[in-house]
């Protein structure tokens, strides 16, 4: 089997991945801006949720991103000390995992920031996430990453998409041995989840299997936008595919070991 891992935006996507049996939520906001640190409210919900379901049935870990703002990987102090605070409050209130990535203006992966939020992340397990496509040297990135002792590596090869970059999902999870989990991630789908699974052998495989619903807001609402022009329209969010998600986690437990 491998791993299966859904992004979630609000509660009832939460709760959906848990009674699919998902191994693992990433928690986010604002997942069509890329996603950024969920607010603590939904921290919390999804953490007592997870506990409540533990109890009847397999436990689902939440891995927390913390990521302060969209937009590129280079953070200056502030942004820095607010992913601190993301970082340690995950921790606090008993998430399993972190999601973060930070970069060099040379395209590298930044050893002193990363290290610094690894001792804050105590024991729960770190995910180095796509900021490792945007790498000047992939190799040399997955070189420091083991030095730095991350658990688990997001990735889509460096392609756009996880299927483009099979060959080098691959090739990644045979160098590396099982000393870094490879988590492939880029347009990971149902539909697409066991074959990707095939070709690659990654152990664990990460998607949002999302789609846009009205909030009902729309019928008969007046006034101005309130997002930048070419946003999405106010009244739609994304939320959880129930169907998508349920052939997404069932992809990856009949997966090969």
């Not at 009832?12 to 997942?31: F, T, Y």
């Not at 397999?58 to 601190?84: N, Q």
């Amino acid at each position: 089997m491998a791993y299966s891992e859904l992004l979630c935006t609000d509660l009832a996507s939460v709760e959906g991945a848990i009674a699919l049996g998902a191994d693992r939520i990433e928690l986010c906001a604002a997942l069509e801006l890329g996603g950024v640190t969920p607010g603590p409210g939904l921290l919390r919900r999804a953490l007592q949720a997870r506990d409540r379901a533990a109890s009847t049935a397999k436990r689902t870990e939440v891995v927390v991103l913390t990521r302060p703002r969209r937009g590129d990987f280079i953070l200056d102090e502030g942004d820095f000390e607010a992913l601190l605070l993301d970082v340690r409050q995950a921790r606090e209130w008993g998430a399993d995992g972190v999601a973060l990535g930070l970069l060099t203006r040379e395209g590298l992966v930044d050893r002193p920031q990363t290290a610094r939020l690894m001792a804050d992340a105590g024991s729960m397990k770190v995910t180095f996430h796509r900021a490792f496509d945007q790498l000047q040297d992939r190799g040399a990135g997955v070189a420091a990453l083991l030095d730095l002792g991350v658990d688990r590596l997001l990735t889509s090869g460096g392609a756009s998409s996880a299927w483009e970059g099979r060959e080098a999902l691959r090739t990644l999870v045979e160098g590396l041995r099982g000393s870094m989990e490879v988590v492939a991630a880029g347009g990971v789908t149902g539909r697409s989840a066991a074959a990707l699974l095939g070709a690659t052998r990654v152990p664990a495989i990460h998607g949002s299997c999302s789609a846009a619903v009205g909030t009902g807001a729309d019928r008969g609402s007046v006034g101005p936008a309130l997002g930048k022009p070419g946003a999405p329209a106010d009244h739609e969010r994304l939320t959880l595919d129930r169907d998508c998600a349920q052939r997404f986690v069932e992809a990856a437990a009949a997966a090969p070991s």
